[in-house]
């Protein structure tokens, strides 16, 4: 399908990839402006330009403000739950929530995530005590969960990594039976649903982020929703400073507010999440094509059964099997302009504060350590042209085929600093 939210072309047809040698080495970079993973996906411009300009003539620039409460009904509807809250950032959102649900102590996370979903409960002195995944959904095995348990665990926070759900009965079960609370950082999968119910409807609450990066975007943003009434009214308390009236404030809070410029961009976008979807979905199956029976290179995959957003194209790869490393393919590729990511690598239990705390976490973490060797995420979202893909999986077949030449004339090239 034609993708008409991606930028003017970049260069002349066809692309001149690898017409020489890889860039890395000498050769032209297939690429002459940089391809980035999560350029923001943007819907339609006049109807964003007409509400800005419905937010200046009304002076109504912050709270509670028409495009967050409409942002907000808009989302609850989709997601088929009672309450959404918008707020600044998903990071924000998982504190006040955390702190809402009465979490202390310490709460089982994995460590294969963005590095916020630890920070949350170490900023309020609440210690995230990481559990390894299951290598086959990069998400929390609810058996490693269960052996993290100690008298000071209060609660599971579970990432639907990728937008892929991850096991929620499994967790729910463990909580349950130990008396835990469940929640859930769904930054990556709003719009999408797990064993067909949609995401954002499971265990207490769960958090969405709208960073720029994500699916759906309002700048910076982010929410809690949440089918409790207790939750939802304590959370909005605190992300407004307590404020129960004017003049009255009756809790402990801060400021997690969403502005009406986010709410303005955050509603336009979501308009648009359709077209999104069907851009991201075509991306992904033209890489699934291209890159098929690559030895030591697979696409982690979505179940068509399920609603996804396709907003990452994630490799797995086998250097044994591939003939060349994740780290030499990503070396390879940023030459190109082609600027590919490996989330979440190292993993948060080898960043700070956490690698001073538990420098020996990684012992109970095998999978996660192996996984943040093997995992590169490519370019994808409506940014990119069709063509755009065919020239990164050319790209990735050229050196798979010159796998262990190319690892050998990478170790004698010295590693220029970059520009
Ligand atoms: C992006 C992200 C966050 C943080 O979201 P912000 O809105 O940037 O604060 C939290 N958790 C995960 C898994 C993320 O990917």
């Given amino acids: 399908m034609a993708n008409s939210f991606a930028d003017s072309p970049r260069q002349a047809e066809p692309p001149p990839v690898l017409d020489g040698d890889f860039a890395v080495f000498s050769g032209k970079p297939a690429f002459a402006k940089p391809l980035h993973v999560g350029r923001p996906n943007i819907g339609d411009r006049t109807r964003l330009l007409e509400r800005l300009n419905g937010i200046l003539d ?23 739950v009672r309450h959404c809250i918008a707020m600044c950032n998903a990071t924000v959102a998982l504190e006040i929530l955390i702190r809402a649900a009465g979490l ?3 709460v089982i996370v994995p460590s294969f995530t963005f590095i916020a979903t630890a920070h949350a409960l170490q900023w309020q002195e609440i210690t995230p005590v990481f559990a390894d995944i299951d290598p086959a959904t990069h998400t929390l095995d609810p058996a490693r969960v269960e052996a993290m348990i100690t008298p000071r665990t209060t609660g599971i926070i579970g990432v639907h990594l990728w937008g892929r759900g991850c096991n929620v009965e499994g967790l729910q079960e463990v909580a349950t039976r130990h ?75 801060t400021n997690g507010k969403m502005n009406e410029f986010s709410a303005a961009l955050g509603l336009t976008n979501l308009e648009c999440m359709e077209q999104f979807v069907a851009v991201n979905r075509a991306h992904y199956e033209r890489y699934r094509r291209e890159l098929a029976a690559l030895p030591g290179i697979a696409l982690v995959d979505y179940d068509a059964r399920e609603k996804g957003n396709y907003q990452y194209v994630v490799l797995e790869i086998d250097a044994g099997r591939a003939g060349i490393s994740r780290n030499s393919l990503l070396r390879l590729l940023r030459a190109e302009n082609v600027l590919a990511r490996r989330y979440f690598y190292p993993g948060c239990h080898r960043m700070q504060p956490y690698r001073s705390y538990f420098p020996h976490a990684g012992l109970l973490l095998p999978h996660t350590e192996a996984l943040c060797e093997r995992v590169l995420l490519l370019p994808t979202g409506t940014a990119l042209r069709d063509e755009d893909v065919s020239v990164v999986c050319r790209l990735v077949r050229a050196a798979v085929r010159e796998g262990p030449g190319l690892e050998r004339r990478l170790a004698s090239h010295p590693v220029r600093p970059p520009a």
């Avoid at 709270?63 to 808009?74: L, P």
């Avoid at 949440?226 to 809070?253: C, H, P, Q, W």
Wanted: hydrophobic share 40%; net charge neutral.
């Fill in 179 to 253: 008396g835990l609370k469940l929640l859930f950082d769904a930054a990556h999968a709003f719009g999408c649903s797990h064993r067909g119910r949609m995401i954002g409807s499971f265990g207490e609450a769960e958090v969405f982020s709208f960073h720029g990066t994500k699916f759906l975007n309002s700048g910076e943003g982010g929410a809690v929703v949440t089918k409790s009434d207790e939750i939802a009214a304590r959370i909005r308390l605190m992300k407004n400073f307590g404020f129960a009236g004017e003049d009255r404030v009756v809790y402990l809070g």
């Fill in 104 to 106: 202390r102590g310490e």
């Fill in 58 to 80: 009304s002076r109504w620039v912050t709270n509670a403000g028409c495009y967050v409460r409409q942002f907000e009904a808009a989302i609850a509807e989709q997601i088929g």
